[in-house]
């Protein structure tokens, strides 16, 4: 079974096309829509040549996408493809789960308004419903893993009618990645998820926590968008909301500006004034240049806050899970945010810690009464993996687990 998996992002098309658990071919296009886009693919793991060249929109690079599928020798017909499943910033508030793309989803209102950076979900969906007309192609959100989160704690205190009217609540993003590397963690552990509550901390350029009670989140540190939560690369993260007319009327600021400003110019790069890429900013601090210390440090503090909070409120913690490129990739971060843990019962093998780089592996030590893994995300795999659960629930006369949730 060929399925291909597409991530349209503002400017860029991921892709991924699986034969069972095998990568057939993976590409990636940016800059599109500039002068000249960038397009670098590989066929069963070899890469092929670059190309360089104009792409204008979305269409026309999932029309690239699939001539070199062809011309690579990958396929003989886009009808051998036989489902496409793809990545969807922002569900709304109707959407549980994974669905089956039909008007329900490409006419979702709600979260095409809440989510107005993510029209390129919609612009690839389009793309390729228009090129395989007869493929079936779901529709795996971001925020689906995240709609198990009570009323208590999706609620933001503002006057009611912004929750009925408009839709204003925590929706939280990463819950493909959240939802793989809790059910990876689990057998990592060797115990079924339904026994286990854990923490998982997806921490890249785009960082997010999720507390995930027997399988089930119940909290997540974004919010109705990927800004909220713990300080990220370029993004604040949370601060007093009281901030934000203040600084607009001390800088003389709009609304773009400001969003500009807590979205791009903020986290470790508005901290340190170095990057938003933390492997920079942990050179500099090495350095001792104190405002890389000082990013650092409030990046550990306010992720250890989120931990704590979680740990409350699950009663307790069997597993922290470390994903995305910081938390597979940097020991250094991991231990400055277990570093401060030890309280509530966090200890880390710092041999095992330092050689745990992007490959699954416990690190904690033997006395820590939190267990503490590192598992690499994979999206892309585990978007082909629900999208085949949606095509096999459909064929068995299940249907997609489509529930409307309560407002
Ligand atoms: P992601 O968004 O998951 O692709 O993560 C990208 C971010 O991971 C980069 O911007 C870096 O900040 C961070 N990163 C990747 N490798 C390392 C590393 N070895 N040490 C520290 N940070 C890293």
Redesign the pocket.
């Known amino acids: 079974m060929l399925i291909l998996v597409v991530n349209c992002g503002s400017s860029s098309l991921k892709y991924t096309l699986f034969q069972g658990e095998k990568e057939r071919a993976a590409g990636l296009m940016e800059k599109l829509g500039g002068p000249v886009s960038d397009y670098t693919r590989l066929v069963d793991g070899i890469g092929k040549d670059p190309l360089r060249l104009a792409v204008p929109n979305h269409e026309q690079a999932i029309h690239l996408m699939m001539d070199c599928l062809l011309t690579d020798g990958v396929i003989r017909d886009a009808r051998d493809i036989n489902a496409v499943g793809h990545r969807v910033a922002h569900g709304g508030p109707d959407f549980t789960d994974a669905a089956l793309i039909g008007e329900r989803v490409r006419n979702n209102r709600i979260a095409r308004e809440l989510a107005p950076l993510h029209q390129a979900n919609y612009e690839g969906i389009e793309a390729c419903v228009k090129m395989m007309p007869a493929t079936p192609q779901v529709a795996v959100f971001d925020t689906a893993f995240h709609q198990t989160i009570p009323p208590k704690a999706y609620t933001y205190a503002l006057p009611y009618r912004f929750l009925t009217e408009h839709k204003i609540r925590k929706y939280g993003f990463h819950g493909t990645s959240h939802k793989y590397v809790a059910e990876r963690g689990a057998r990592l552990l060797g115990r079924p998820i339904r026994k286990l509550n854990l923490i998982t901390l997806h921490l ?3 960082s997010s926590l999720a507390a995930v009670r027997r399988g089930q989140c119940v909290d997540t540190s974004m919010g109705l968008t990927p800004l909220a939560g713990v300080v990220m ?1 370029s993004r604040c993260g949370d601060i007093d909301p009281a901030i934000v007319p203040y600084i607009m009327g001390r800088e003389n600021l709009d609304v773009k500006q400001v969003e500009q400003l807590m979205n791009k110019e903020s986290g470790i790069l508005g901290l340190s004034g170095i990057s ?4 920079e900013v ?1 050179k500099q601090a090495k350095a001792s240049n104190t405002r890389a210390q000082l990013a650092l440090e409030v990046l550990a503090y306010s992720i250890q806050k989120y931990i704590g909070a979680y740990h409350a409120i699950l009663g307790g913690t069997d597993a922290l899970i470390f994903t ?3 938390g597979e ?2 020991p250094e ?1 991991r231990k400055n945010i277990c570093a401060g843990l030890a309280g509530i019962g966090v200890k880390l093998d710092p041999s095992k810690n330092r050689k745990a780089v992007a490959c699954e592996m416990l690190i904690h030590d033997k006395k820590s009464r939190i267990k503490v893994a590192v598992i690499p995300t994979r999206e892309e795999y585990m978007i082909a993996q629900e999208t085949k659960r949606i095509l096999k629930a459909r064929q068995t006369g299940g249907g997609a687990r489509i529930k409307k949730v309560d407002k």
């Open positions: 890249g350029n785009g690369g938003n890429d933390l492997r942990i995305a490129g910081i990739k940097s971060m």
